[in-house]
């Protein structure tokens, strides 16, 4: 049974990753896969870390791209490749474009999907945008759904979706830790190995989001300025998206201070590592806020809503939205109060076992 896996951005490879090793390991499925490259440099390193080289690679990235032109030149492309490949079975992961454009091109194909990571919701519709569409949309176009969790699952029975399709895995981020993080390990950023890990509390940050661009942006690098000026024992590691908008607010409002480090994107095993060293993480990443909690570090959420309900319902997670008195006080008690911090630390993580992408491989070949 041939397997094609498709995506198209760093968060997913970092995700389908280990799917990928799972469905080679697996005797009965043969792997094929192909990336869109929608993002290009950061795909390719964690490509790189899993030993991933690609059978088919769109290559549609482009400077200044917009969701039209990513959505139709993902379908486009994906099209002369589903023709050749003929697979049995295409897995999308997640909310990408990538996402909903190859769940799209093969349903007109007439090939059977898998939505890895189905069913998260925040029920609104430009909350992550354009994610919870896209995520939303491939669910209808699914025909096996690997949900992370029983809340996900729940989502999917009441929207309709057959329960023999819904398959609970748990998430397969929680794999991908096991080949990334050690105990010994040096960093290829040089910057990060000068921190003293021992004697200063790091947060590490990430703030990208479109819906967090411009205003809400500026309001969280101005809380995180002021949170490093009151705590000298604190330092933060705010790795900047490619983005311009991104870049350019970070670095006037971040820039030259000498306990906050502005790093590129970091490779996978780099930021793994670093967030396993950190105190705690300010992130309005999706996939940061089931990641962290297996590592025993607080998440505030940048964000004013989260399709992952399940990490705020067990404390690991905790909504701080974009305000910059929010911000500020949330991080201040966890800072400051023992007890606080612990509760939050301690927290079981709700997202797997490492085990995620065996089941789904395991479905496959069972149930497809």
Same mark, same amino acid.
């Not at 759904?145 to 397969?172: C, K, M, W, Y």
């Not at 981020?173 to 390990?185: E, W």
């Not at 974009?322 to 500020?328: G, N, R, V, Y």
């Given at each position: 049974m041939k397997v094609l896996s498709i995506f198209g951005t760093r968060p997913e490879a970092i995700k389908m990753g280990p799917v990928v090793k799972a469905v080679e390991q697996t005797v009965?499925?043969?792997? %094929?896969?192909?990336?869109?490259? #929608?993002?290009?440099?950061?795909? @390719?390193?964690?490509?790189?870390?899993?030993?991933?080289? &690609?059978d088919y690679d769109l290559d549609i990235m #482009?400077? +200044? #791209?917009?969701? $039209? +032109?990513? $959505?139709?030149? *993902?379908?486009? +492309? %994906?099209?002369?490749?589903l023709v050749e490949a003929s697979p049995d079975i295409v897995l999308v992961h997640g909310d990408t474009t990538t996402t909903f454009a190859g769940a799209l091109a093969a349903f007109y #194909?007439?090939?059977?999907? +898998?939505?890895?990571? !189905?069913?998260?919701?925040?029920f609104d519709k430009y909350q992550p945008f354009p994610e919870e569409m896209n995520r939303s949309l491939t669910g209808? %176009?699914?025909?096996?759904?690997? *949900? &992370?969790?029983? $809340?996900?699952r729940q989502h999917l029975l009441n929207e309709g979706i057959a329960d023999a399709s819904i398959f609970v895995t748990g998430n397969t981020v929680i794999d *991908?830790?096991?080949?990334?993080?050690? @105990?010994?390990?040096?960093?290829s950023l040089n910057t990060l190995n000068t921190i003293d890990y021992d004697r200063h509390k790091v947060i590490s940050m990430t703030a990208h989001r479109r819906e967090n661009l411009g205003k809400p942006l500026e309001e969280i690098c101005e809380a995180v300025l002021e949170i490093v000026n009151t705590n000298k024992d604190v330092i933060v590691v705010y790795s900047v998206h490619l983005n311009p908008k991104v870049q350019e607010v970070a670095k006037r409002i971040l820039g030259d201070h000498e306990r906050i480090h502005l790093v590129p994107p970091l490779e996978l095993k780099d930021m793994h590592n670093l967030l396993n060293r950190s105190y705690l993480v300010l992130t309005d990443s999706g996939g940061l806020q089931e990641e962290v909690p297996s590592m025993g570090k607080p998440v505030l959420v940048l964000?004013?809503? $989260?399709?992952? &309900?399940e990490g705020v319902e067990a404390g690991t997670l905790k909504l701080v939205g974009t305000s910059k008195e929010k911000i500020i006080e949330t991080t201040h008690l966890l800072l400051s109060d023992k007890s !606080?911090? @612990?509760?939050? *630390?301690t927290a079981v993580n709700p997202y797997g076992d490492g085990k995620a992408s065996q089941r789904i491989a395991e479905h496959i070949l069972n149930k497809a």
């Amino acid at each position: 049974m041939k397997v094609l896996s498709i995506f198209g951005t760093r968060p997913e490879a970092i995700k389908m990753g280990p799917v990928v090793k799972a469905v080679e390991q697996t005797v009965g499925l043969t792997s %094929l896969v192909c990336v869109t490259a #929608q993002h290009r440099e950061m795909l @390719d390193q964690v490509l790189d870390v899993f030993d991933i080289v &690609p059978d088919y690679d769109l290559d549609i990235m #482009q400077a +200044g #791209q917009t969701l $039209t +032109g990513i $959505t139709t030149k *993902a379908i486009e +492309g %994906l099209e002369r490749v589903l023709v050749e490949a003929s697979p049995d079975i295409v897995l999308v992961h997640g909310d990408t474009t990538t996402t909903f454009a190859g769940a799209l091109a093969a349903f007109y #194909q007439k090939i059977p999907v +898998g939505h890895v990571e !189905a069913g998260l919701r925040t029920f609104d519709k430009y909350q992550p945008f354009p994610e919870e569409m896209n995520r939303s949309l491939t669910g209808r %176009l699914a025909d096996f759904h690997f *949900a &992370p969790t029983e $809340t996900a699952r729940q989502h999917l029975l009441n929207e309709g979706i057959a329960d023999a399709s819904i398959f609970v895995t748990g998430n397969t981020v929680i794999d *991908a830790l096991s080949a990334t993080i050690s @105990d010994d390990y040096c960093f290829s950023l040089n910057t990060l190995n000068t921190i003293d890990y021992d004697r200063h509390k790091v947060i590490s940050m990430t703030a990208h989001r479109r819906e967090n661009l411009g205003k809400p942006l500026e309001e969280i690098c101005e809380a995180v300025l002021e949170i490093v000026n009151t705590n000298k024992d604190v330092i933060v590691v705010y790795s900047v998206h490619l983005n311009p908008k991104v870049q350019e607010v970070a670095k006037r409002i971040l820039g030259d201070h000498e306990r906050i480090h502005l790093v590129p994107p970091l490779e996978l095993k780099d930021m793994h590592n670093l967030l396993n060293r950190s105190y705690l993480v300010l992130t309005d990443s999706g996939g940061l806020q089931e990641e962290v909690p297996s590592m025993g570090k607080p998440v505030l959420v940048l964000r004013n809503v $989260t399709e992952r &309900p399940e990490g705020v319902e067990a404390g690991t997670l905790k909504l701080v939205g974009t305000s910059k008195e929010k911000i500020i006080e949330t991080t201040h008690l966890l800072l400051s109060d023992k007890s !606080a911090y @612990d509760k939050m *630390a301690t927290a079981v993580n709700p997202y797997g076992d490492g085990k995620a992408s065996q089941r789904i491989a395991e479905h496959i070949l069972n149930k497809a």
